[in-house]
T-cell receptor
Framework: GDSVTQMEGPVTLSEEAFLTINCTYT??????LFWYVQYPGEGLQLLLK?????DKGSNKGFEATYRKETTSFHLEKGSVQVSDSAVYFC????????FGAGTRLFVKA | DVKVTQSSRYLVKRTGEKVFLECVQD?????MFWYRQDPGLGLRLIYF???????EKGDIPEGYSVSREKKERFSLILESASTNQTSMYLC?????????????FGPGTRLTVT
């Protein structure tokens, strides 16, 4: 069946470091792909999405490109801030969204 | 501003109690979902509903039931709470579509069963 695998955390970075969180998927068809973010004490909120192959989603300095050939949707940010500390979830769209296990990011000042 | 609200942020219940968690959305969404979130396990789908009075089991429905009497409201019921149901519960909603639309989440209810 469809599935999402994302890198385990926690990931700890210093402020202004480069961030990559890997996400790969298995799916039939061509689903939409999402990254959600969960800040402490809150529910999930959409960070970015891509609806077809080669689409790049971007928001708040974060980017991810829908790569059909490698079945990947890696999240990147060029310079992280302390305020980016959160849990990040990769997700596969469909009638029922399938979520990855989440990756906790800590950014140190 | 679109909103999904949940009846409680924190809840403490005793083993064997009947527990009601309520979720309300103001976006006229057809689909609503209940998840539980546990460390290392991500989000697991308990139940979802695609219309009033319609419901489908998710991946872990045992010990839970749901009710959707109105389009905007989706309730999760723990018939007899147990300690292994201590968790964060998240409600979400989305439009009917092709899976291209994101889900909107409530803030979560952290339930502790003692």
């Amino acid at each position: 069946g469809d599935s999402v695998t994302q890198m385990e955390g926690p990931v700890t970075l210093s402020e202004e470091a480069f961030l990559t969180i890997n996400c790969t998927y298995t799916a039939t068809g061509y689903p939409s792909l999402f990254w959600y973010v969960q800040y402490p004490g809150e529910g999930l909120q959409l960070l970015l999405k891509a609806t077809k192959a080669d689409d790049k989603g971007s928001n708040k300095g974060f980017e991810a490109t829908y790569r059909k050939e490698t079945t990947s949707f890696h999240l990147e940010k060029g310079s992280v801030q302390v305020s980016d500390s959160a849990v990040y979830f990769c997700a596969l769209g469909g009638f029922k969204t399938i979520f990855g296990a989440g990756t906790r990011l800590f950014v140190k000042a | 501003d679109v909103k999904v609200t949940q009846s409680s942020r924190y809840l403490v219940k005793r083993t064997g109690e009947k527990v009601f968690l309520e979720c309300v959305q103001d976006m006229d969404h057809e689909n609503m979902f209940w998840y539980r979130q546990d460390p290392g396990l991500g989000l697991r789908l308990i139940y979802f509903s695609y219309d009033v009075k319609m419901k489908e089991k998710g991946d872990i429905p045992e010990g839970y039931s749901v009710s959707r009497e109105k389009k905007e409201r989706f309730s999760l019921i723990l018939e007899s709470a147990s300690t292994n149901q201590t968790s964060m519960y998240l409600c979400a909603s989305t439009t009917v579509g092709t899976g291209r639309d994101e889900q909107y989440f409530g803030p979560g209810t952290r339930l502790t069963v003692t």
